[in-house]
Nanobody, 129 residues
Framework: QVQLVESGGGLVQAGGSLRLSCAAS????????IGWFRQTPVQEREFVAA????????NYADSVLGRFTISRDNARNTVYLQMNSLKPEDTAVYYC??????????????????????WGRGTQVTVSS
């Protein structure tokens, strides 16, 4: 089992930055990939970014490409999402998810998302205009 705990959310003005963290614990050696999703009360879950746990594969949603950067620190078992140039439409609960077999490219598929092995509880990001 792997546990995921997100942190770093908060309130920021448009144009500002936030860095989210996802701390993984448990059998992290079993992971192949880890990523971020977001969801609002009126929108379905949306893929944001994903990264290989032990390789350099990375995948971004078009909506965040060039503004968000995903990275990991294996020594700390932590994945980060650096969010720059934030927009009000980035407001959402951000969730961390990880999988033992799926690579980062599969995170963009809604059918694959439903089968990801582990999910965190989320952290709220609010961007004011």
């Amino acid at each position: 089992q792997v546990q995921l705990v997100e942190s770093g959310g908060g309130l920021v003005q448009a144009g500002g930055s936030l860095r989210l963290s996802c701390a993984a614990s448990g059998r992290t050696s079993s992971l192949r990939s880890i990523g971020w999703f977001r969801q609002t009360p009126v929108q379905e879950r949306e893929f944001v970014a994903a990264i290989g746990w032990s390789d350099t594969a990375i995948n971004y949603a078009d909506s965040v490409l060039g503004r968000f950067t995903i990275s990991r620190d294996n020594a700390r078992n932590t994945v980060y999402l650096q969010m720059n140039s934030l927009k009000p439409e980035d407001t959402a609960v951000y969730y961390c998810a990880a999988d033992r077999s799926a690579g980062p490219t599969l995170y963009a598929s809604s059918s694959s998302q439903d089968r990801l092995d582990y999910w965190g509880r989320g952290t709220q990001v609010t961007v004011s205009s």
